[in-house]
C-alpha cells in the first residue's frame, strides 16, 4: 500500500501513527508526511539514532541494549512501544538496523533489519529483513516499503 492509500485508511479509522527511526533516519515519517494533508494521521516521529536517543525519548530500557545490542528483536518492540507511550498515536512502526557499509558483524551483517510494530489494542509485532549488502540507500528505502507494510497490516490485525 503507498502513502497516500494508507494514510486514507488510517483517517478512515480516526487513526494516528508515530514512528520510531534509527537506520531509516526519519524516512518513513518523511514519506508520510510528503503527502498532502497527512498531519491528521501522523502524530509524531522519533529520529533515536544513538542509544542515548532510543533511552532518553522512548524510554528504552539501557540495560536492554547492552544485553542485545541496539540492532535486535527486543529493541525493536521496545522502541515500537515507546514511542506509543510518548504519543497519543494508535499504532507505531520502529526500525532498527546496520544499513552500513560499515559496521556489520558475522553476527549483525549489514542489511539486517528489525521492525516492531505496537498498537493499544493489540500484541507488540515483531519482524526481522536481511536484505543483503545492497548498499545503505536500497536496504533504507527497503526498510522504509517494509515499514509502511507492517502500518498497512496492522490495519487488518
Keep these: 500500500m503507498d502513502a497516500p492509500a494508507l494514510l486514507d485508511a488510517y483517517r478512515a479509522r480516526g487513526w494516528k501513527i508515530a514512528t520510531a527511526e534509527s537506520c531509516t533516519g526519519g524516512l518513513v515519517a518523511g514519506r ?4 498532502a494533508g497527512s498531519s491528521d494521521v501522523v502524530d509524531r516521529g ?5 542509544n542515548e536517543a532510543k533511552v532518553q525519548m522512548l524510554g528504552v530500557d539501557a ?3 547492552a544485553a ?5 528483536e527486543p529493541v525493536a518492540r521496545a522502541m515500537a512501544k515507546g514511542a506509543l507511550a510518548h504519543s497519543p498515536a494508535d499504532v507505531a512502526v520502529a ?3 546496520v544499513a552500513g557499509p560499515g559496521g556489520g558483524s558475522a553476527a549483525k551483517p549489514v542489511g539486517l533489519v528489525h521492525f516492531g510494530l505496537a498498537r493499544r489494542d493489540a500484541a507488540t509485532r515483531h519482524v526481522e529483513r ?3 549488502d545492497l548498499g545503505r540507500a536500497e536496504i533504507r528505502e527497503k ?3 517494509d ?3 507492517l502500518l498497512a497490516a496492522a490495519l487488518d490485525e
Excluded: K, N, P
Design 68 to 72: 542485545h545490542g541496539a540492532v535486535s
Design 95 to 97: 526500525i532498527t538496523g
Design 32 to 35: 508520510l508526511t510528503d503527502v
Design 63 to 65: 540495560a536492554l541494549i
Design 147 to 149: 515499514a509502511l507494510g
Design 130 to 132: 536481511r536484505y543483503g
Design 46 to 50: 522519533f529520529v533515536t539514532y544513538s
Design 143 to 145: 526498510a522504509v516499503a
